[in-house]
């Protein structure tokens, strides 16, 4: 292939034995004994039931972590052996944080990991063979339409967004599972129209373009899910749904006058947005200045850059903090009390395993076997990372905030399984690429 993510050929011999897994093994003990000082350090340091409940919970989820690997080397399962482990770090400090936070949320935290382990495992085994996926393209686009629709009409506002469904016992955020499936859609229509797309069949000028049966259908699905993203005035999560499809356009065609038209596009809506919508105003304004609304709307982002001011490059100490001054910190700022107790060298440990994840997760997209495994790993890495960087640079002020979660760190049942699902698929790809050092 000329251009976009290219693919590796069909390995003639498999590296090392079918289900040797070793280094996942290994790395998985030390994140257990990692996962154990922090839970046993709560326990020692912070009185009340915090310490008493976060260390069966630890010492539960580093057994289930292990539980999973020990399937998947029994199964002859080959995918990557570095992500498993990553996901657990991050898993153990988002759960440590959250019991030293509240308690009530790490219990909860603690059972929707259990329910995203076993998530990971079912997409491990049931969509292990994930080419037939390439298949349903139309029906994603479907199925995601009406995920999004649902909210807007029966949803519950919370954070300033209507995109939650209320079931009771629990809360239900359809964009985060659709975000796959945009993913999936994306990568079945790109691989079978990137030739197309790259070469173009119509001259504008000097820039070659594609027919409309090409972009159309592209365009169309991207701007439905987009409009309805506002209505639902969930705007981070539209920044990360348009984000993703820049990345795979780009990664399919390699050619960046996609990418200048799509960020042209983005100036343009995100003008407009902030002009009809008032959060948006407020959300822009104290990005630029947030030290006038200090009492008001920037409360919560001076409070989120004083914590992390106070930490200083070693940390206040695990416990020594006062996270609970930051508004909704065991969700959105859950990075901000990580820096004020664990410092700059904290977070910049934290932004580093985000960095290796994408760094495996653009590794098995080279290594794919087809157009479609390239680019879903490729736009499954893109959405895994810019979800990252998008609520890291906002409590750092980098950007605008726009409330989504760090991914396995923050509070959040449906963001975390669908990143286990997300981790699934990748995994499944690298598993028939035998991508694995």
Not at 202 to 230: A, C, H, T, Y
Not at 256 to 270: D, S
């Amino acid at each position: 292939m000329s251009a976009g993510v290219h693919y590796a050929a069909p390995h003639s011999k498999i590296r090392g034995s079918a289900g040797d897994r070793t280094v996942e093994r290994n790395l998985l003990f030390l994140v257990g004994l990692y996962s154990l000082a922090g839970m046993m350090t709560l326990y020692l340091g912070v009185p009340g039931s915090r310490g008493v409940l976060a260390v069966p919970a630890g010492l539960s989820v580093a057994a289930a972590f292990l539980a999973v690997h020990y399937y998947w080397k029994r199964s002859g399962y080959r995918g990557d052996r570095f992500l498993l482990p990553i996901t657990a770090v991050l898993i153990s400090t988002g759960l440590v944080f959250l019991f030293r936070l509240d308690p009530a949320y790490g219990m909860r935290q603690f059972i929707w990991i259990l329910i995203g382990l076993g998530t990971l495992v079912l997409t491990s085994r049931l969509l292990l063979d994930f080419r037939f996926l390439g298949d349903y393209k139309y029906i994603y686009a479907l199925v995601g339409l009406i995920a999004l629709i649902l909210p807007i009409f029966f949803g519950k506002v919370q954070g300033g967004a209507k995109s939650w469904l209320d079931f009771g016992f629990f809360q239900l955020q359809p964009s985060e599972f659709v975000k796959i499936l945009l993913v999936l859609f994306l990568a079945s229509f790109l691989a079978e129209n990137r030739a197309v797309l790259t070469a173009g069949t119509r001259i504008l000028g000097w820039i070659s373009l594609p027919g409309p049966r090409e972009w159309v259908p592209l365009v169309v699905m991207w701007g439905i899910s987009l409009l309805l993203l506002v209505f639902q005035r969930d705007l981070g999560t539209a920044l990360i749904y348009y984000g993703t499809f820049l990345a795979m356009v780009y990664a399919a065609t390699a050619r960046i006058f996609y990418v200048l038209f799509g960020m042209g596009l983005f100036t343009a809506g995100a003008s407009v947005s902030y002009l009809l919508f008032d959060h948006v105003r407020d959300r822009v304004t104290i990005w630029l200045n947030p030290w006038p609304f200090i009492d008001n709307i920037g409360y919560q982002i001076t409070q989120s850059l004083f914590a992390i001011a106070s930490g200083g490059v070693l940390g206040a100490g695990f416990g020594q903090g006062f996270p609970g001054y930051i508004p909704l910190v065991h969700s959105d700022f859950i990075f901000s009390a990580i820096c004020e107790e664990l410092g700059l060298l904290g977070g910049a440990c934290i932004i580093m395993l985000f960095m290796i994840f994408v760094f495996r997760g653009m590794k098995i997209a080279l290594n794919a076997r087809d157009d479609f495994a390239a680019l879903a790993a490729a736009g499954l890495t893109a959405l895994f990372g810019l979800q990252a960087f998008i609520i890291i640079a906002g409590v750092t002020r980098l950007l605008p905030l726009t409330g989504v979660t760090l991914p396995y760190i923050s509070y959040g049942g449906s963001s975390l399984v669908a990143n286990f699902i997300l981790l699934g698929l990748l995994l499944n790809i690298s598993h028939e690429a035998d991508d694995s050092i």
